[in-house]
């Protein structure tokens, strides 16, 4: 069983900035590719981002946070972050870190975090 565990949602102005961390239990976490997904109220689980195992040369984006959101990941400390900038009413939700998976669906991640909630205001 792997534990994830968010931390850095809060209440930022519109075009603020946030970093997510996502700290994983997982002694293979290297291993894992890892994302990032998020929820708002009366909406399905929607894929933000994720990074690829190793190295994390490799990242993918949900089109509305391309060139404003980063993922990133440090094996040394079991860790991956998500630095948002330029933040939008829009990106309001609990957003969820996930762990070994593949893809962008909800369903092919094994391990979850309890979520963090982000909450921008207009």
């Known amino acids: 069983q792997v534990q994830l565990e968010e931390s850095g949602g809060g209440l930022v102005e519109d075009g603020g900035s946030l970093r997510l961390s996502c700290v994983s239990s997982a002694r293979s976490f290297s291993e894992h590719i890892m994302a990032w997904f998020r929820q708002a109220p009366g909406k399905d689980r929607e894929f933000v981002a994720a990074i690829d195992w190793g190295d994390g040369s490799s990242a993918k984006y949900l089109d509305s946070v391309k060139g404003r959101f980063t993922i990133s990941r440090d094996n040394a400390k079991n860790t991956i972050y998500l630095q948002m900038d330029n933040l939008r009413p829009s990106d309001t939700a609990v957003y969820y870190c996930?762990?070994?998976?593949?893809?962008?669906?909800?369903?092919?991640?094994?391990?979850w975090g309890p979520g963090t909630q982000v909450t921008v205001s207009s």
């Open positions: 996930a762990a070994r998976g593949s893809g962008t669906s909800p369903a092919m991640y094994d391990f």
